[in-house]
């Protein structure tokens, strides 16, 4: 069995910055993609960023030229660096992962959530 925890949300004034962090942990053998959605009230939950292992990442035009996706494969984490946040950025973040267990089993977790509200 594999899990996901984010952390790193928060209240932040427009303009500002957060990071997250989402650590997966359990009997892991390789994380091929690892991904971050968001869902904000009343909408539905929306993709925000991919990062492939040692191929490419991809966003959302909303988030294009400001958040960044990176990845440790050491410590099987990924990030989100959000800088130039909007009010319309506030939502819950979640992150997902496509994860090979050394059983030979395919898991797709999903993270508990971290919400970032931002203030204008």
């Known amino acids: 069995q594999v899990q996901l925890v984010e952390s790193g949300g928060g209240l932040v004034q427009a303009g500002g910055s957060l990071r997250l962090s989402c650590k997966a942990s359990?009997?892991?053998?390789?994380?091929?993609?690892m991904r971050w959605h968001r869902q904000a009230p009343g909408k539905q939950r929306e993709l925000v960023a991919t990062?492939?292992?040692?191929?490419?990442?991809n966003y959302a035009d909303s988030v294009k030229g400001r958040f960044t996706i990176s990845r440790d494969n050491a410590k099987n984490t990924v990030y989100l660096q959000m800088n130039s946040l909007k009010s319309e950025d506030t939502a819950v973040y979640y992150c997902?992962?496509?994860?090979?267990?050394?059983?030979?089993?395919?898991?797709?977790?999903w993270g508990q959530g971290t919400q970032v509200t931002v203030s204008s």
């Open positions: 359990g009997d892991i053998y390789i994380i091929p993609t």
């Open positions: 990062i492939r292992n040692g191929a490419g990442t």
């Open positions: 997902n992962a496509d994860i090979f267990s050394r059983s030979g089993g395919l898991f797709q977790p």
